[in-house]
């Protein structure tokens, strides 16, 4: 069994800076890919950002140049620098790995969601 535990959220104000971490624990395992999602109220959770086991990344436009996402030594952590907040930033922000097994050509991938941090950004 895997679970995923977030800290780092909280409140802050618009400009500010705040940085979410996420750690794997249970079957080790060194996720194909790991990133973070943001839902709000009304709205279907959508990624924020993602990094693969080789390092690549992928970010949503909006914050482009102001948030950066990073993985552990440990390969099994991953962290969300966020800089320059904006109130529209602002959700809970969930952590997802993602483990792939490759057997006899058939690849299956496996998510695992951790509970969500709250992030808000207001003055």
């Known amino acids: 069994q895997v679970q995923l535990v977030e800290s780092g959220g909280g409140l802050v104000q618009p400009g500010g800076s705040l940085r979410l971490s996420c750690a794997a624990s249970g079957t080790i395992f060194s996720p194909y890919v790991m990133g973070w999602y943001r839902q709000t109220p009304g709205k279907q959770r959508e990624l924020v950002a993602s990094?693969?086991?080789?390092?690549?990344?992928n970010y949503e436009d909006s914050v482009k140049g102001r948030f950066t996402i990073s993985r552990g030594n440990a390969k099994n952590t991953v962290y969300l620098q966020m800089n320059s907040l904006k109130p529209e930033d602002a959700g809970v922000y969930y952590c997802?790995?993602?483990?792939?097994?490759?057997?006899?050509?058939?690849?299956?991938?496996?998510?695992?969601w951790g509970q969500g941090t709250q992030v808000t950004v207001s003055s």
């Open positions: 990094i693969t086991s080789s390092e690549s990344v």
């Open positions: 997802k790995a993602v483990r792939r097994t490759v057997n006899a050509g058939t690849v299956n991938d496996y998510d695992y």
